[in-house]
């Protein structure tokens, strides 16, 4: 069965960079885009961008662009996810997510989320 | 940017009851609009995908309609478990954008 496990949470103090893995199986890894998506505690959802896992290629939402960088390694089938320049509002959980066969930004299936904690 | 509004923001109901929330897309987004459902501490879970499409062994209480702008999630007999946030989303070009969700409570 596919699944999506995520590193553990993180405390970074504003100014610093953190990078949360997340590490797919249950299926190849290659076939599809991971997206990041992250909730700050009490609300919504916002999607951050995606990364090929064939390719590399990556799209960002244009909030994010300059601060955020998403990698793979295909050969431990893990996505990367690093956000730079920490500000006390990027408090989050961030979530890794795959897409639902071919439809493009149906999110089946969900890492279990890692909070990242900013503070000084 | 599409911005998806949500309606109502909280809704309180009885076990047994019919539910039904709204989602409004600022442009047209056809029938790209997913429901997702999330309890506390969790993932989101996708119900719904092509505004109306119940993804695999979602209950058949819950019924996606609409297209174009306008979207509506309902739950037929309203159970205990079904207590959670409820989020649309769009997926027809980026950002894909979420609503603000509904928070579903019982009585």
């Known amino acids: 069965q596919v699944q999506l496990v995520q590193s553990g949470g993180e405390v970074k103090k504003p100014g610093a960079s953190v990078k949360v893995s997340c590490k797919a199986s249950?299926?190849?890894?290659?076939?599809?885009?991971i997206s990041w998506l992250r909730q700050v505690p009490g609300q919504g959802l916002e999607w951050m961008g995606w990364i090929s896992g064939d390719n590399g290629d990556t799209d960002y939402a244009q909030r994010f662009q300059g601060r955020v960088t998403m990698t793979a390694d295909t050969s431990t089938s893990t996505a990367y996810m690093e956000l730079g320049r920490l500000r006390s509002d990027d408090t989050a959980v961030y979530y890794c997510a795959r897409d639902l066969g071919d439809y493009v930004g149906v999110w089946l299936y969900w890492g279990q989320g890692t909070l990242v904690t900013v503070s000084s | 940017d599409i911005q998806m509004t949500q309606s109502p923001s909280s809704l309180s109901a009885s076990v047994g009851d019919r539910v039904a929330f709204t989602c409004q897309a600022s442009q047209d987004i056809i029938n790209r609009l997913n429901w997702y459902q999330q309890k506390p501490g969790k993932a989101p879970k996708l119900l719904i995908y092509d505004a109306s499409i119940l993804e695999t062994e979602v209950p058949s209480r819950f019924r996606g309609s609409g297209s174009g702008t306008e979207f509506t999630l309902s739950i037929t007999s309203l159970q205990p478990e079904d207590v959670a946030t409820y989020y649309c989303?769009?997926?027809?070009?980026?950002?894909?954008?979420f609503g603000q969700g509904t928070k579903l409570e019982i009585k």
């Open positions: 249950g299926y190849t890894f290659t076939y599809y885009r």
């Open positions: 989303q769009h997926y027809d070009h980026l950002p894909h954008t």
